[in-house]
């Protein structure tokens, strides 16, 4: 009987596998009229698979390497045991889905130039004049653009050559012909202070560095060796000298009173180092290669490295050298979909080995949605990361957002997201966050940096957080660097914190509820909170609990950690607040009843500042927690190593199997610190 159960549950799993098909998806040689059966003939667009039906067990597999500017979103559910997969083959890097516009590199950019005025009469030349000083008013108000850096164009006189130097613009003074200040000089074939032009040329000087206020009267001076050889034009005003000097002889308000040929000449204005390229699309935000760019109010207002701006289907760009070659690994990018894997009411899907990014709203988004499995996805410079909602459940493994524009992982309204062995770094607002009422599990997650590159949203800059009425449970979690806290549950949330580490989230400045916190509770409601075997160290509120909390009722459960108030004598010894009051380690624990058998004294881990949150061999962590029900460490070591489990993230190890699991698990968060 057990030989027969055992041959018709092979033969049940062969025609499980034999029902799954498998279809290949290549962009270099893919083509969407072949079947998509086989690496040979697979398809070419994310089009073609959004327009497929595809049954339970089926996977979608990109190729390694490959680069698709499509939004994919997912077709057709799975079911429970049989999900659709969305997959990679091949070698090489994993396939990258992107919600992105290349626009650099190739010849997309040009210099920018704006303000340009021009003088172009072309009159006969019967007269001698002895020329031999110029200088051109251009009056306030000719060029409609400030800038930073400007140009001139001169012309030569139509049948004669001829020399200039000596050239220089600078703001005029009042109504006269001299400059208000001293002008900054005019360069031509990189960096000479002289010019040869043969009869009729024309010539560009070099860009200078130079601000120009189009509201203010401006003056450019040219000298030429020998008279009547060049003449200047400008707007309604010309100033001419003939002795030799700076002297005013001649003021030429009407160039058509006189009969001689001028050179022509025009002056551009451009913010100093700014490309335009062409981009009809409105961008959320634009990326440097791997790099967030910074939005900006205005044209002039792009100075700075990675300084950008949108107006009129053109794209404004600071850069020194052109972006078509200074950006290449990819190049300048524009967000312009809304996500770059989407999937509505579509349940059991698995989403593995595939890079996201450039998306307005999400990499990874699932709306009401079941069973969702995300496996070693990598999220980078997203709108968010990993965002569910609705209703879906979310299980995502060994995977890792950065770079985000929000959050980097996001669960709202009513979903739920469990995160096991995740990383998130540089998000513009918070690593890990809830809103309404999602709950969120994180176990082994590591989130660092975040909140430090404010771009369009600027954010606060958890670790961790809850914005809703839903749960937040860490455990074997790690929070370090980030600009305001490592954990700050607000609303009606309710959870629990285990083994975690937290150090030094700090931006220097601010106090209390602003910033600079392990670990802050601000709820509305009677909820419970409990704390156990954690490390608190290097903020300026270890615990900060407010008084909206304390009048909600809040029950604060917190015991065996160890806190090490190290910032403590810059604030009168009190890093804790309770009630908006701010106290001593004693007073703290009179105040929230609780830390009867929490620590406070250094936890001795290895090299904190370096990111090693393990504990030295004298930790006084070590035996020193609770059982809370957890079976294995943050590097994957089993728990307790010794008498009792330890406080913090790492189990000090003791044991030999300890160490082997050490090195197997976690292998992406130890890479990418």
């Known amino acids: 009987m057990r030989r027969l159960i055992a041959i018709l549950a092979l033969f049940a799993a062969l025609c499980l596998s034999g029902w799954s098909t498998v279809y290949y998806v290549d962009f270099t040689t893919g083509l969407d009229t072949d079947s998509g059966l086989t690496e040979a003939l697979a398809w070419k667009t994310i089009a073609k698979v959004n327009a497929s039906s595809f049954s339970a067990g089926d996977s979608v597999l990109f190729k390694r390497g490959e680069v698709w500017r499509e939004q994919l979103t997912v077709p057709t559910s799975g079911s429970a045991g049989l999900p659709i997969t969305f997959g990679a083959y091949g070698t090489g890097d994993d396939p990258v889905i992107t919600g992105a516009n290349l626009i650099t590199p190739g010849t997309s950019w040009s210099a920018y130039t704006t303000g340009t005025s021009t003088w172009s009469a072309a009159l006969n030349s019967n007269a001698d004049f002895g020329t031999y000083n110029i200088r051109t008013i251009i009056p306030a108000g000719s060029i409609t653009t400030s800038g930073t850096q400007v140009r001139i164009k001169i012309k030569a006189h139509n049948t004669t050559a001829c020399t200039i130097s000596h050239c220089s613009i ?11 200040s001293a002008p900054v000089v005019i360069t031509w074939d990189s960096g000479s202070l002289t010019k040869d032009l043969t009869a009729g040329q024309e010539y560009y000087s070099d860009w200078m560095t130079y601000t120009l206020d189009e509201a203010v009267s401006q003056l450019i001076h040219t000298y030429c060796a020998s008279k009547h050889q060049i ?3 400008f707007s309604s005003a010309v100033y001419i000298s003939n002795t030799g000097d700076l002297t005013e002889s001649l003021v030429l308000t009407d160039a058509a009173d006189f009969s001689f040929s001028p050179f022509t000449e025009l002056i551009e204005v451009r913010p100093i180092n700014v490309w335009t390229a062409t981009l009809t699309s409105t961008p959320s935000y634009v990326s440097f290669n791997s790099d967030k760019g910074f939005a900006q109010a205005s044209i002039g207002a792009c100075d700075s490295a990675k300084d950008w701006y949108w107006a009129a289907n053109v794209l404004y760009a600071y850069s020194v050298t052109d972006p078509d070659t200074a950006y ?62 609705g209703t879906t459940t979310l299980t995502a493994n060994d995977c890792v957002a950065h770079h985000s524009f929000v959050n980097n992982f996001y669960v709202c309204e ?74 700050t549950p607000t609303q009606e949330t309710y959870g629990e914190v285990f083994n975690c580490t937290f150090y030094n ?13 392990a670990f802050g509770i601000d709820t509305t409601a009677a909820v419970t909170w409990t704390l156990r075997n954690n490390v608190f160290s290097g903020h300026e509120d270890e615990i900060l609990v407010t008084a909206q909390a304390v009048a909600g009722g809040l029950i604060l459960d917190s015991d065996y950690n160890c806190i090490y108030d190290w910032r403590k004598a810059t604030y009168a010894d009190k890093a804790f607040t309770w009630n908006d009051i701010k106290y001593n380690w004693a007073d703290w624990k009179t105040q929230s009843g609780g830390d009867a058998n929490s620590l406070n004294t250094d936890p001795l881990l290895t090299d904190p500042a370096s990111g090693d949150f393990t504990l030295q061999p004298t930790s006084p962590c070590i035996n020193a927690g609770i059982d809370v029900g957890l079976t294995e460490d943050y590097a994957g070591r089993r728990v307790p190593q010794g008498s009792a489990p330890d406080i913090g993230a790492y189990e000090y190890p003791r044991l030999k199997e300890g160490i082997i699991k050490m090195v197997k698990k976690r292998v992406i968060i130890r890479v990418i610190k």
């Open 170 to 180: 600078g703001p005029r003074s009042g109504t006269t012909s001299t400059f208000a």
């Open 414 to 487: 009513t979903a739920t997201g469990t995160f096991n062995n995740c990383a998130s770094y540089n998000a513009d607002n918070d690593g890990f966050s809830t809103g309404n009422t999602g709950n969120m599990n994180c176990n082994y997650c590591l989130s660092y940096s975040n909140g430090v590159e404010g771009l369009g949203i600027t954010g606060p800059g958890d670790g961790y957080t809850s914005h809703g009425d839903g749960y937040l449970k860490l455990h074997y979690c790690i929070a370090h660097s980030n600009i305001k806290a490592g954990c």
């Open 505 to 517: 989230n700090w931006d220097g400045v601010g106090v209390g509820w602003t910033g600079n916190m």
């Open 231 to 233: 003449c200047a034009y």
């Open 328 to 389: 290449t690994v990819p190049g300048i990018q524009a967000n312009v979909r809304n996500y770059c894997i989407r999937g509505d009411a579509k349940d059991y899907i698995t989403v593995e080995d595939i890079q996201t990014g450039g998306s307005i709203y999400g990499g990874i988004n699932f709306h009401d949605s079941t069973g969702i499995i995300c496996n070693r996805t990598t999220a980078n410079l997203d709108g968010y990361g990993i965002h569910v909602n």
